[in-house]
T-cell receptor, first 111, second 115 residues
Framework: SQKIEQNSEALNIQEGKTATLTCNYT??????LQWYRQDPGRGPVFLLL?????KEKRKERLKVTFDTTLKQSLFHITASQPADSATYLC??????????FGTGTRLTVIP | DVKVTQSSRYLVKRTGEKVFLECVQD?????MFWYRQDPGLGLRLIYF???????EKGDIPEGYSVSREKKERFSLILESASTNQTSMYLC??????????????FGAGSRLTVL
């Protein structure tokens, strides 16, 4: 069956360090992968998209990598800040018109 | 600022009641979606729509129906609410014309409790 796994439910990290979140998938051949941020009681907000033929994408302190051989995406936040504390979701689009979401990783940046 | 607006942030209903969740987007998007989000299960697609009066089942359509009479409005209907439909409901939209990227814009969510 199709599966998307985000490495852990929760991740705590010290302010200033780099946070690395993992998204692994099986039985997909995704056209692209997206990362969203979700704050408590709010809807997810789109952050970054990376296509299957791209290895890396950056946006300010955010970096996403995509390894279709390993079936894995890594999401990095450099110089993390308490304001980065949130749940981060990965989502894969396959050939169908649908996005499949992971369950998310709750990141806490400790001052 | 583009927006997806869900009319109710919090609802409490009784088992067997009919429930309407309304969603409006102001971005002239073609596609609209309803998800539910539960702890440990992530976001699961209930229904989506590519055009007015069109609807497609998602992964968990049972117990739900939808209505899209106008392009900007997509309603989720629980004909007879049950306790296992207690959840956070998220509406989203995307411009499906040409981009192929399906970046979703979500509403703030409607938290439904069925007693």
């Amino acid at each position: 069956s199709q599966k998307i796994e985000q490495n852990s439910e929760a991740l705590n990290i010290q302010e200033g360090k780099t946070a690395t979140l993992t998204c692994n998938y099986t039985n997909y051949s995704p056209a692209y992968l997206q990362w969203y941020r979700q704050d408590p009681g709010r809807g997810p907000v789109f952050l970054l998209l990376i296509r299957e033929n791209e290895k890396e994408k950056r946006k300010e302190r955010l970096k996403v990598t995509f390894d279709t051989t390993l079936k894995q995406s890594l999401f990095h936040i450099t110089a993390s800040q308490p304001a980065d504390s949130a749940t981060y979701l990965c989502a894969l689009k396959t050939g169908a018109n649908n996005l499949f979401f992971g369950t998310g990783t709750r990141l806490t940046v400790i001052p | 600022d583009v927006k997806v607006t869900q009319s109710s942030r919090y609802l409490v209903k009784r088992t067997g009641e009919k429930v309407f969740l309304e969603c409006v987007q102001d971005m002239d998007h073609e596609n609209m979606f309803w998800y539910r989000q539960d702890p440990g299960l992530g976001l699961r697609l209930i229904y989506f729509s590519y055009d007015v009066k069109m609807k497609e089942k998602g992964d968990i359509p049972e117990g739900y129906s939808v209505s899209r009479e106008k392009k900007e409005r997509f309603s989720l209907i629980l004909e007879s609410a049950s306790t296992n439909q207690t959840s956070m409901y998220l509406c989203a939209s995307t411009d499906g014309r040409g981009s192929g990227a399906n970046v979703l814009t979500f509403g703030a969510g409607s938290r439904l409790t069925v007693l």
